[in-house]
């Protein structure tokens, strides 16, 4: 069976028949089937826009009152309707055993939005869709499958929304009802809100990690009307069995009834695909709604802030996900990483060098202190911190496994010297308390084995996933760049595609040094297949190859006067002399280079229109270069 991670994964493309269009749809945990809404397909009317507006729901954060520990607020949730909702929705007539009842809501001033349903019961054959007006976003179709109590859809990043049931039948009464609309309000939150200091998860801090951020994920937290950016992480229990336990901080959603709890979104896989900051938001997988297994109070005394859930759904083997491994010793933790989600953004890693210090929260330094303090270290790519959205998110020790969960702080890109809270596993293991709501004990060793540390666990490990990334993805032409082959899985053949490298194709598990000769933008792909499955991953536009001299060609007139930069990759710059010759090797000028960090530039005078030889003599070695100067 061919197993494409991008679909099994994370997204799924919708061809849209009659808009030529493609929607990207967030995968999710609950059941779901591929489909176009039928309003796409038979270009049917607009419906009625349902307004609401920052006057009509007081978009107000609800801050931190005295004594009271809260996450990062997202945004806030209202009350939807039902009866206001159907009769703003239109119903439009396919055919005789086809009807279409559709709903258009906009919140004005929001950045993205959420919705809430109750008494979700949907008939055999009725397909129930979400997307955004420009059709950028699409969520569903959602069925009988997903029929239940409460039913919650994930963000989307938009703040007009349009709600599709097609069915066979027009119906009076709608097979749900309209719950809440949840609102995230502020710009700087969200995707693209972390601060600039932070150092997304594939760098070169997070090679090492690639397993472990696997079981990471970004937490949308509802309680009563408001939402709260947390982080949180899949965990492993004595048994392997991939039984979908989730550990997080239980200052995140303190308050949260099961309803709640049952609509409250968990994104994985939510981060760049290399060491940039996206301009555009990744995709993401998608799981709604938990049950409250087990907590701790909020950090006072011995207390250590933490909480145990359980996802409402197994999580599917072709899922391929990570159940982190943990160490409840309460050994000091020499040196590891927080995986997390900073203000709700994508992925990040932060790094800590120095062994963690047992703390009280805010307090003494001692063995007894229920935390573990910790001081970040800067790290080749930034210097990773923590921030509101972090609440809850895993500390690591050196030997990848969980010790702690986040509490607070008071790290931030202003503030890189300061510490930052981890309610101690140990703490959490049997000390909160001695009934099983206050332990992770009865519920991560149910058959009390007496571990006091577990590795982590691959749900789904005959399956194969190809993966590959790469310290480097720009450089000059002429340089070689290496990958590392991140595949899992019982692989027997890989295949490589280098577009543009030498050589082209590889078939080896690591594909050497692969060199660029010519500036370009590349795309890289790697198949990776046991006996009998296979996979492949595909980066576009994944390398960037850039000239050794620019800008080439060189533009003259109109006043027009530019430097010429000459590129020396790794070759140390010492002493430098810059020569231009003609074509047939007449020497036209000689330069006074400026020599910088690997580069040179030069301000050349009163050239005509042709072809040039830039030649450079660096401490006696000579280069050189092209230059074709055009004319404006």
Same mark, same amino acid.
């Given at each position: 069976?061919?197993?494409?991670?991008?679909?099994?994964?994370?997204?799924?493309?919708?061809?849209?028949?009659?808009?030529?269009?493609?929607?990207?749809?967030?995968?999710?945990?609950?059941?779901?089937?591929?489909?176009?809404?039928?309003?796409?397909?038979?270009?049917?009317?607009?419906?009625?826009?349902?307004?609401?507006?920052?006057?009509?729901?007081?978009?107000?954060?609800?801050?931190?009152?005295?004594?009271?520990?809260?996450?990062?607020?997202?945004?806030?949730?209202?009350?939807?309707?039902?009866?206001?909702?159907?009769?703003?929705?239109?119903?439009?007539?396919?055919?005789?055993?086809?009807?279409?009842?559709?709903?258009?809501?906009?919140?004005?001033?929001?950045?993205?939005?959420?919705?809430?349903?109750?008494?979700?019961?949907?008939?055999?054959?009725?397909?129930?869709?979400?997307?955004?007006?420009?059709?950028?976003?699409?969520?569903?179709?959602?069925?009988?499958?997903?029929?239940?109590?409460?039913?919650?859809?994930?963000?989307?990043?938009?703040?007009?929304?349009?709600?599709?049931?097609?069915?066979?039948?027009?119906?009076?009464?709608?097979?749900?009802?309209?719950?809440?609309?949840?609102?995230?309000?502020?710009?700087?939150?969200?995707?693209?809100?972390?601060?600039?200091?932070?150092?997304?998860?594939?760098? &070169?801090?997070?090679?090492?990690?690639?397993?472990?951020?696997?079981?990471?994920?970004?937490?949308?937290?509802?309680?009563?009307?408001?939402?709260?950016?947390?982080?949180?992480?899949?965990?492993?229990?004595?048994?392997?069995?991939?039984?979908?336990?989730?550990?997080?901080?239980?200052?995140?959603?303190?308050?949260?009834?099961?309803?709640?709890?049952?609509?409250?979104?968990?994104?994985?896989?939510?981060?760049?695909?290399?060491?940039?900051?996206?301009?555009?938001?990744?995709?993401?997988?998608?799981?709604?709604?938990?049950?409250?297994?087990?907590?701790?109070?909020?950090?006072?005394?011995?207390?250590?802030?933490?909480?145990?859930?359980?996802?409402?759904?197994?999580?599917?083997?072709?899922?391929?996900?990570?159940?982190?491994?943990?160490?409840?010793?309460?050994?000091?933790?020499?040196?590891?990483?927080?995986?997390?989600?900073?203000?709700?953004?994508?992925?990040?890693?932060?790094?800590?060098?120095?062994?963690?210090?047992?703390?009280?929260?805010?307090?003494?330094?001692?063995?007894?202190?229920?935390?573990?303090?910790?001081?970040?270290?800067?790290?080749?790519?930034?210097?990773?911190?923590?921030?509101?959205?972090? &609440?809850?998110?895993?500390?690591?020790?050196?030997?990848?496994?969980?010790?702690?969960?986040?509490?607070?702080?008071?790290?931030?890109?202003?503030?890189?010297?300061?510490?930052?809270?981890?309610?101690?596993?140990?703490?959490?293991?049997?000390?909160?308390?001695?009934?099983?709501?206050?332990?992770?004990?009865?519920?991560?060793?149910?058959?009390?084995?007496?571990?006091?540390?577990?590795?982590?666990?691959?749900?789904?490990?005959?399956?194969?996933?190809?993966?590959?990334?790469?310290?480097?993805?720009?450089?000059?032409?002429?340089?070689?760049?290496?990958?590392?082959?991140?595949?899992?899985?019982?692989? &027997?053949?890989?295949?490589?595609?280098?577009?543009?490298?030498?050589?082209?194709?590889?078939?080896?598990?690591?594909?050497?040094?692969?060199?660029?000769?010519?500036?370009?933008?590349?795309?890289?792909?790697?198949?990776?297949?046991?006996?009998?499955?296979?996979?492949?991953?595909?980066?576009?536009?994944?390398?960037?190859?850039?000239?050794?001299?620019?800008?080439?060609?060189?533009?003259?007139?109109?006043?027009?006067?530019?430097?010429?930069?000459?590129?020396?990759?790794?070759?140390?710059?010492?002493?430098?002399?810059?020569?231009?010759?003609?074509?047939?090797?007449?020497?036209?000028?000689?330069?006074?280079?400026?020599?910088?960090?690997?580069?040179?530039?030069?301000?050349?005078?009163?050239?005509?229109?042709?072809?040039?030889?830039?030649?450079?003599?660096?401490?006696?070695?000579?280069?050189?270069?092209?230059?074709?100067?055009?004319?404006?």
């Amino acid at each position: 069976m061919q197993l494409n991670k991008k679909i099994m994964r994370i997204y799924q493309k919708y061809f849209l028949l009659l808009c030529f269009a493609f929607v990207s749809m967030a995968v999710m945990a609950q059941h779901h089937e591929k489909g176009t809404p039928s309003a796409l397909i038979y270009r049917l009317p607009t419906p009625k826009i349902v307004v609401f507006n920052s006057d009509t729901i007081h978009l107000q954060s609800v801050g931190n009152r005295a004594g009271e520990l809260l996450p990062l607020q997202a945004g806030i949730t209202f009350p939807l309707d039902n009866q206001t909702m159907l009769k703003k929705g239109i119903w439009s007539t396919v055919s005789l055993h086809h009807f279409v009842w559709r709903v258009q809501v906009e919140v004005s001033s929001a950045k993205a939005l959420t919705l809430y349903f109750k008494n979700f019961n949907l008939a055999s054959g009725d397909k129930l869709y979400i997307y955004t007006t420009e059709i950028k976003q699409l969520m569903g179709a959602f069925t009988a499958l997903n029929n239940g109590s409460y039913f919650a859809t994930g963000l989307m990043e938009n703040n007009r929304i349009i709600v599709e049931l097609n069915t066979s039948k027009k119906l009076e009464r709608l097979p749900f009802e309209f719950f809440q609309i949840g609102v995230v309000i502020q710009q700087e939150r969200g995707f693209g809100g972390a601060g600039s200091c932070e150092v997304p998860i594939n760098c &070169s801090e997070g090679l090492e990690w690639q397993h472990e951020k696997r079981g990471v994920a970004r937490i949308l937290v509802k309680q009563a009307s408001t939402l709260f950016w947390c982080t949180g992480s899949l965990i492993n229990n004595t048994k392997n069995d991939g039984k979908p336990f989730f550990l997080t901080a239980n200052h995140c959603g303190m308050g949260s009834t099961t309803a709640d709890y049952n609509q409250w979104i968990f994104d994985f896989d939510y981060e760049s695909s290399n060491c940039d900051r996206p301009a555009s938001e990744p995709e993401k997988l998608t799981f709604t709604g938990a049950q409250l297994i087990a907590n701790g109070a909020t950090p006072r005394a011995a207390s250590s802030d933490f909480k145990l859930l359980l996802l409402n759904e197994d999580i599917p083997d072709e899922y391929h996900m990570f159940f982190n491994g943990w160490d409840r010793s309460g050994d000091v933790p020499k040196h590891g990483v927080v995986i997390h989600h900073p203000a709700g953004d994508i992925k990040y890693i932060s790094t800590y060098t120095e062994p963690a210090i047992s703390s009280f929260y805010y307090g003494t330094e001692s063995s007894a202190g229920p935390f573990w303090k910790a001081y970040w270290s800067e790290t080749e790519n930034g210097y990773g911190v923590t921030e509101g959205g972090s &609440s809850g998110s895993p500390l690591f020790n050196e030997n990848r496994l969980i010790v702690g969960a986040l509490t607070g702080g008071n790290s931030s890109c202003n503030q890189t010297s300061e510490s930052d809270y981890f309610g101690k596993f140990s703490t959490s293991w049997d000390n909160n308390g001695t009934v099983y709501a206050n332990q992770l004990k009865p519920w991560l060793d149910p058959d009390n084995t007496g571990v006091t540390k577990l590795e982590g666990y691959y749900k789904g490990s005959n399956i194969v996933m190809a993966d590959f990334n790469s310290n480097i993805t720009k450089v000059i032409q002429g340089s070689y760049i290496e990958f590392n082959n991140l595949s899992e899985g019982n692989i &027997s053949y890989y295949r490589w595609e280098f577009e543009g490298g030498e050589p082209a194709i590889s078939t080896d598990k690591e594909p050497g040094l692969i060199y660029y000769t010519k500036p370009g933008t590349y795309g890289v792909k790697l198949v990776a297949s046991s006996i009998e499955n296979s996979d492949s991953v595909v980066r576009s536009n994944y390398i960037t190859v850039i000239g050794n001299i620019y800008p080439n060609p060189y533009v003259i007139g109109n006043g027009i006067h530019h430097q010429i930069h000459i590129l020396t990759g790794d070759t140390p710059l010492g002493n430098a002399e810059v020569y231009v010759y003609d074509i047939i090797g007449r020497l036209v000028q000689k330069l006074i280079p400026q020599v910088g960090s690997h580069e040179i530039t030069v301000n050349p005078e009163n050239l005509l229109a042709g072809t040039y030889v830039i030649t450079t003599l660096i401490d006696g070695k000579k280069s050189n270069y092209k230059l074709v100067v055009i004319s404006k």
